[in-house]
């Protein structure tokens, strides 16, 4: 009884480990500088009404999608396949399992805030009025999308975010 469960835990050990002959590590880094504006002039007009801008600026990192490492049978890549190699009868893949597909990483998110806006009292303070107009400019917007086998992080070339809110 005692080597049937030796037996069947050593079988554990083996379904777990994965064998395959790809290389599935790379030397790859990168990194992210950014310095970033920030400016809010407010201009009070009476004792109740006070109006402001804001300028601003921001940013997220790139990375490293890890659902796309260009291993085989894992994502379709965006790049055309590597032509079949035939050496003494036999033909190697069709890829080179050491470099990532085209889309592994992805790069930074900048975006670019324009906002107007007023606070007002009215009747002595018993009423009050906030309001703000807003625009965004983002530029390699990152997305997040599906590929068969997990979420995968891509740049969009840019998107626009506008409107406007009030509160009373």
Not at 3 to 26: G, H, M, P, R
Not at 43 to 62: A, I, N, R, W
Not at 82 to 92: D, E, L, R, T, Y
Not at 147 to 154: E, I, P, R
Request: aromatic share 14%; charged share 20%.
């Amino acid at each position: 009884m005692g080597q049937c469960a030796a037996y069947n835990n050593w079988l554990a050990v083996l379904q777990a480990t994965e064998f395959d002959s790809y290389n599935k590590y790379w030397v790859s880094s990168r990194k992210t500088d950014d310095l970033l504006a920030f400016g809010e002039p407010t201009v009070d007009v009476s004792d109740s009404t006070m109006l402001y801008v804001t300028y601003s600026e921001g940013f997220k990192s790139g990375g490293f999608s890890a659902a796309d490492d260009g291993t085989p049978g894992n994502l379709p890549t965006s790049a055309p396949p590597i032509p079949p190699v035939v050496n003494n009868g036999f033909q190697a893949n069709s890829f080179v399992s050491t470099v990532p597909n085209a889309d592994f990483e992805f790069d930074d998110e900048s975006v670019e805030s324009f906002e107007i806006g007023g606070k007002h009292e009215f009747a002595g303070g018993a009423v009050r009025l906030n309001w703000a107009a807003f625009y965004s400019e983002y530029d390699d917007l990152q997305t997040t999308i599906f590929k068969g086998v997990g979420f995968a992080v891509n740049n969009a070339a840019s998107s626009e975010v506008q409107g406007s809110r009030s509160i009373s």
